[in-house]
């Protein structure tokens, strides 16, 4: 940040994945903590900041891919800080009608989201916890925006390697799963793990042991997978971010060393 004073409640002396996301992203909204962080992360894996930009890419066309399907409700969970091409942002291109609520537990992510959004009354920011769907199914506040009886899209970009126990991070899916109407989706996007060493995933393990999120998790193709049972894959199924629909006019990841990610997009 372009001031290091820090909200209260926020201590800049702990990176936050979401303040180190920003950072990959090019953005400003960030500590001297996070920068360092995510430092180290380019140190060991230098294609980061490459594979975060094709995340945003993948985000953008997921979206207008279910709004080709004609979802029109969005809950976007671990939002991150505003950047460009926001799921709002490319749902309500296709739709203005459409309604989007984005979840997080970051208090820096909450306060910028609400105050960008203050105007907007098609989109909501709400604090939340992905550990618990079923209490971000039931907030009052998210019934309030959105029609659950109703097609939704469920976003989980980036967020569920940050959830190292895999049998947790399976039940999260198949509780949102179980309470989703006939035609919605989800949309997953994964760290896996690239040609990193053992020595090299263990030193980037331990710099995220030491942030808000408090670990990080990188699963193999097959794992991923996992969190698409009673989903129907669309095409081109679970593959390299870039590789999904990926568009002509876009650029495409260079060839550097680090880590990989595997996305797809689920229908019910």
Do not use: C
Request: aromatic share 6%; no cysteine; charged share 20%.
């Amino acid at each position: 940040m372009e001031s290091e004073q820090a909200p209260t409640g926020i201590d800049p002396n702990i990176p936050s994945v979401a303040r180190m996301y920003d950072y990959f992203l090019g953005g400003k909204d960030n500590f001297a903590a996070d920068r360092a962080a995510a430092a180290k992360i380019i140190e060991l894996t230098p294609n980061v900041r490459e594979g975060v930009q094709a995340n945003r890419r993948f985000l953008s066309r997921a979206v207008n891919f279910l709004a080709g399907t004609g979802i029109r409700q969005f809950l976007d969970i671990g939002a991150g800080l505003p950047t460009q091409e926001n799921v709002h942002e490319v749902a309500l291109r296709a739709d203005p009608e459409s309604r989007i609520v984005y979840i997080d537990n970051d208090p820096i992510v909450l306060a910028h989201g609400r105050a960008i959004l203050e105007d907007n009354q098609q989109t909501i920011v709400l604090d939340g916890d992905l550990r618990e769907p079923l209490a971000i199914l039931k907030d009052p506040r998210v019934h309030a925006h959105l029609d659950l009886s109703r097609p939704v899209g469920v976003l989980l970009l980036a967020v569920l390697h940050f959830i190292p126990e895999d049998d947790l991070a399976e039940t999260i899916v198949n509780t949102l799963r179980d309470h989703l109407a006939p035609g919605s989706a989800i949309v997953i996007s994964h760290l896996s793990y690239g040609d990193l060493d053992e020595s090299q995933l263990a030193e980037g393990t331990a710099v995220y042991t030491r942030t808000t999120a408090g670990a990080v998790r990188p699963r193999s193709h097959t794992q991923i997978l996992r969190f698409f049972d009673g989903f129907t894959l669309a095409e081109p199924g679970l593959v390299s971010t870039d590789d999904w629909r990926p568009d002509p006019a876009s650029p495409r990841l260079p060839a550097l060393p680090g880590v990989d990610g595997y996305s797809g997009v689920g229908l019910l």
